[in-house]
């Protein structure tokens, strides 16, 4: 099954699955509002140049991304984190782990990704 994907570097789909993480920090927008049934797949390294890719990713989780706002110096404060400009922030619900984690490729922006039938029941 063909899906679209995004890569987060590592512990960040961890702390999303937990709760402690509800928005994904970019500096572009997502295709779509709403956007629905996203694959994050964790890496260990930032993917910074075109075509960059990282063969060791793990799909952990599937999110709606249901709306996205301006990032605000307050809101990195209360993340504790360094806040530049430029930034949105993804709104990010409907968190579905995919136990157990799928091996696959990080990749730039959102991309598509081939996965089995190990996908949260319901998806």
């Known amino acids: 099954m063909r899906v679209n994907a995004l890569s987060i570097v590592s512990p960040s789909v961890q702390r999303i699955v937990a709760g402690k993480k509800v928005v994904e920090i970019r500096?572009?927008?997502?295709?779509?509002?709403?956007?629905?049934?996203?694959?994050?797949?964790?890496?260990?390294?930032?993917?910074?140049?075109?075509?960059?890719?990282?063969?060791?990713g793990m799909a952990r989780a599937i999110v709606d991304i249901t709306g996205v706002h301006e990032w605000t110096p307050e809101e990195a404060e209360s993340q504790g984190i360094d806040w530049s400009p430029n930034y949105v922030c993804w709104e990010l619900s409907n968190v579905r782990s995919i136990v157990p984690s799928v091996p696959c490729a990080a990749r730039r922006k959102i991309y598509q990704i081939d996965i089995d039938a190990r996908l949260p029941i319901g998806y």
């Open 27 to 56: 500096r572009w927008l997502p295709p779509d509002i709403p956007f629905l049934d996203l694959v994050l797949v964790e890496n260990e390294i930032y993917l910074t140049e075109e075509r960059q890719e990282d063969p060791n």
